[in-house]
């Protein structure tokens, strides 16, 4: 889980722009990561060493895993692994921005070390320990907007993020988010939360992103906007505002009222206070959650 908040951090150290970040998002899911990077990665071989087998390779007509055997920078059974291991997102985006010429590969090295060291990352034990390093992340990503986040919506953001890793793909990176008065919205679904505090949400996103969303979300190949790919953002939010209830209910033994979805489109959302933008990149489009509180 913890990977999709590198673009976020890469953003905060301004060392990409949103635009490099989508496109290297956009990019990372049709093409492969290289075995140098993992190698790194995964603390078996350095840069120098990656760079020394990648200039041999220049040369010769073999591949990087067999001569970095011949260099004893690797060992076969070390190989095996890394041709087996599931690939984390942020390398997969971190060599899309190298390949870009964004960054170089010893500043993504340094990025990925410094991101570890500075959210004190490490082997959790258990799940209830991993969501309290989601719950630290969340609130990270909040500070910029200067409000103060109240603890129920960093527990309803980290089920959220929980639920799109779930049903829709983990292949994404949350945006920097904003506060705004208003946002013109596309394809939209919005939910009130009553009870003993309040919250509107919405989840808006535009035709294209809408109908890739809704294929992933019910395992249904659209290939147009249609009222099954409608509903189907209004299920997503339903889904998710019904087991955050359900959540506050058994945590906190606080009765939550769920208003039924509507459905909006081509709309202006408006608030008197700052209303709370949350965009979420994915590869097929760009999704965003905005929150009345």
Known sequence: MYAQFFGN????????????????????????????LLAIHAGLMTVEQVDKVLIRQAHENKRFGELAIEEQFLTEEQLAGLLKQQIPVYLLIGERLVENGFLSETQLEELITSYKQENH??????ADE????????????????????PEYLIKYLTLLFNNLVRFIGDDFLPLNP???????????????????????????????????????FTGTEYKEFNEYVDASIGDFLNWQNGLFNVNISNEESVELIL?????LQ?????????????????????ITFVFKL
Request: aromatic share 6%; glycine share 4%.
């Open 9 to 36: 951090y890469l953003l905060s150290k301004h060392v990409v722009t949103p635009e490099q970040l989508i496109q290297a998002i956009e990019e990372q899911h049709i093409r492969h990561i290289k075995l140098g």
């Open 130 to 149: 991993q969501q309290e390093n989601l719950q630290a992340l969340t609130r990270s990503l909040f500070m910029i907007t200067t409000l103060h986040i």
């Open 266 to 286: 081509n709309i202006m959302l408006s608030s008197s206070s700052d209303m709370i933008l949350l965009p979420i990149a994915y590869p097929f489009g760009t």
């Open 178 to 216: 904003t506060l705004a008065s208003e946002h013109v919205a596309n394809h939209c679904s919005g939910q009130i939360i009553n009870g003993e505090f309040s919250l509107t949400a919405y989840l808006d996103m535009e035709e294209d992103a809408a109908i890739a969303f809704a294929s992933r």
């Open 121 to 126: 990352f490490k082997h959790l034990a258990n």
């Open 259 to 263: 208003n039924p979805v509507v459905n």
